[in-house]
């Protein structure tokens, strides 16, 4: 008997069917969503890709020649700290970020199109990843409620520094980090699959090595499933061990990376760092408070460095430390008596607590005393009490699961469509500022005319503005080197001991103005601020060298080089004045002691060299130009000079070798 080949066809349920509608429908709205979100961040933030590089970009990518090496300078890049400056200075340990740019150098070369390009699309990946995950976590409530906490996180202008600064990558790495380890460690409760327990860690990790503010996502994380999900405690002890590898390596490795260097902070960037206790810093704590609310409120004006005195360091006599001390109090009773309802306002409100903690200047210090990238993270939080507000505004109920996506006509989405307007276009109108260093630096000092360092910031990147232009008119010149002037002179009148405003004050009188005993009291009063400040001692005797005043030139001169062997400058220019006095031994002397303490450099050779040449002893100068050219071959005259000589002589192996260097060398 055959079999029938045609089957009857399986009877699916009803209640299957309208899951599987229900499914579908809610991935098309999901798709929908995250293509509005992406469409959203590129119409705010895609005209930032045209921009040029600006603030700190100098310090992790245009000047970087270790990142610029790509991806060889990897491994290195995880042994190094962020940035060290001319003073081995430390600036924490991010090697996730200058990782990125080293991928980037390697595959697009040096470009800040590319590098803006990628922070956008970084920025809408963050925006995806908070929508999926706020999805996860609230489950419970309407789809409505992860939508508009992510488009008001979206189109924040507190975060358009983020987004639009190159060097601000990091706080975006350092979120995305923290979301997907919040993530993974929900997937572990739901599944107690044990992988996701070490991707919640991993990410951890990698949120850490991008930026530290990740540390406060260890509070929040339990926090947040015990809140959100009603995770008991005993549930979430793997979670906490699991806490212990991530936080481990990081501070191992940045210990490593350190080198015993530390980040040397000053009074302009905060005068809390010059010596403050607990009692002290909490009124400045509870301004900062007040600031980061107000901002998220009403964000204007946008600055990218604050500073003082910008924001001047509060007492317990300022009025506003005992505003934000009762309004907290209240806040205390309020989820203390509402706790057990696990309210969004309430989430909110603690979230943003824990996470702007370590930048209200309670715990520790904070560099600029306040910032809009600070807030990055912590204005989440305030996300969620302004959703409540609209839900509850509206008198919506947010628990309603079933809860249908309103019309675009709703009063909710009119509400929204002005806050994307509003919001949005502030965030937009910000990218015009940030065009390059000089533009924003000159935009942001007009609404922060108090800050010292921002006053030193404009006059900065003034002198640059010369310094990059080398065909600039003389009216052009004549209008950088006034603004200098005029900014440096505002930052010591903010801060009268401003050391490094002095020092550059100082030389604007003597390169530019040619008034080398205009320089020399702003020049002093640097050195007797700090009396290791070596660029201070070198300009001073320059300045010394240039009225005739030999012996104490001489004394600053000797004096940069003991409080830095390696300042390479000093050997040249002290070289240059012993000459001009014709005590050529002097010269010999100085150099050799520095050659024999080991410092290898090609002018310490010249300069012995030249003696002896001058003195007619081409024998003995001839080995110490070709020490030189084998540290520095790029010396065209003196490649040519040794060219000649050994084709003179008959060495004609030398000469091509020399007339080889010649060739290649640019000046």
Not at 40 to 49: A, D, H, P, Q, V
Not at 146 to 167: A, D, G, Q, R
Not at 390 to 414: D, Y
Not at 445 to 472: F, G, T
Request: proline fraction near 4%; charged fraction near 20%; include cysteine.
């Amino acid at each position: 008997m055959k079999k029938n080949k045609e089957q009857a066809a399986p009877i699916i349920p009803e209640s299957t069917k309208k899951l599987n509608a229900s499914v579908s429908t809610e991935k098309k709205i999901n798709r929908r969503i995250i293509l509005f979100f992406v469409f959203l961040c590129f119409l705010i933030y895609g005209k930032s890709i045209r921009n040029d590089y600006s603030m700190d970009d100098e310090f992790v990518v245009r000047n970087n020649q270790l990142v610029q090496q790509g991806f060889k300078a990897i491994p290195e890049l995880f042994k190094t700290t962020y940035v060290i400056n001319s003073q081995k200075s430390n600036y924490e340990y991010r090697p996730i970020v200058k990782t990125s740019f080293a991928i980037e150098c390697q595959l697009f070369g040096v470009n800040p199109h590319v590098s803006h390009f990628f922070n956008v699309l970084l920025y809408a990946l963050c925006i995806i990843l908070l929508f999926l995950t706020l999805k996860k976590f609230l489950s419970k409530y309407s789809v409505l409620v992860p939508f508009i906490i992510t488009t008001l996180f979206l189109i924040h202008p507190l975060h358009s520094e983020v987004v639009i600064s190159i060097k601000n990558r990091d706080v975006i790495l350092s979120f995305i980090g923290c979301i997907l380890s919040l993530f993974f460690y929900l997937k572990f409760i739901e599944t107690k699959k044990y992988y996701h327990l070490f991707f919640g860690a991993f990410f951890i990790l990698f949120g850490l090595m991008s930026k530290k503010d990740a540390m406060t996502i260890v509070a929040i994380i339990p926090f947040t499933l015990w809140f959100l999900k009603d995770v008991s405690f005993k549930r979430m002890i793997p979670i906490f061990v699991s806490y212990l590898l991530p936080v481990l390596v990081y501070r191992y490795a940045n210990k490593i990376a350190n080198h015993n260097f530390s980040r040397k902070t000053l009074d302009w960037e905060n005068p809390l760092y010059l010596g403050s206790n607990l009692f002290e810093r909490i009124p400045t704590g509870l301004q900062s408070i007040y600031f980061y609310i107000k901002m998220f409120i009403f964000p204007h004006p946008l600055v990218s460095y604050y500073g003082y005195n910008q924001i001047p360091l509060a007492t317990w006599s300022t009025p506003v430390v005992w505003i934000v001390l009762l309004v907290l109090l209240a806040l205390t009773y309020y989820v203390i008596k509402k706790i057990k309802t696990k309210g969004l306002e309430i989430f909110g409100a603690i979230f943003f607590l824990v996470t702007i903690s370590m930048f209200t200047n309670i715990l520790v210090p904070v560099v600029g005393i306040v910032g809009e990238r600070f807030e990055f993270i912590p204005s989440l939080g305030l996300c969620f009490v302004a959703t409540w507000a609209l839900f509850k505004g509206f008198k919506i109920s947010f628990e309603n699961k079933e809860l249908p996506f309103p019309k675009l006509s709703s009063p909710i989405f009119m509400t929204l469509g002005v806050f994307i307007l509003v919001f949005g276009g502030r965030s937009f109108a910000r990218i015009k500022d940030w065009k390059d260093t000089f533009t924003l630096y000159q935009t942001d000092v007009k609404n922060a005319p108090e800050s010292a360092h921002a006053n030193s910031l404009v006059a900065a990147a003034s002198i640059q503005k010369i310094k990059e232009n080398k065909n600039m008119s003389m009216e052009q010149k004549r209008f950088y080197v006034q603004n200098a002037e005029k900014y440096y002179l505002e930052s010591v009148r903010i801060i009268p001991d401003y050391i490094s405003s002095l020092n550059n004050l100082g030389m604007i009188y003597y390169t530019y103005y040619n008034k080398p005993e205009k320089s020399i009291p702003y020049l002093k009063k640097a050195i007797s601020l700090d009396t290791n400040y070596v660029e201070a001692y070198f300009n001073l005797a320059t300045c010394e060298a240039k009225t005739k005043n030999y012996a104490d030139a001489e004394k600053h001169y000797l004096k940069s080089i003991e409080v830095d062997p390696n300042f390479i400058s000093t050997y040249f220019s002290l070289s240059a004045m012993y000459a001009e006095d014709k005590q050529y031994d002097k010269i010999i002397e100085l150099n050799k002691n520095a050659i024999n303490k080991g410092i290898k450099a090609d002018v310490l050779y010249v300069n012995i060299g030249n003696v002896y040449f001058m003195k007619g002893d081409t024998t003995t100068a001839i080995p110490y130009f070709e020490e030189c050219i084998r540290l520095n071959s790029n010396n065209k005259f003196l490649n040519s000079f040794l060219a000649n000589y050994f084709k003179d002589k008959g060495d004609l192996e030398k000469a091509n070798k020399y007339y080889d260097f010649m060739a290649k060398s640019k000046h």
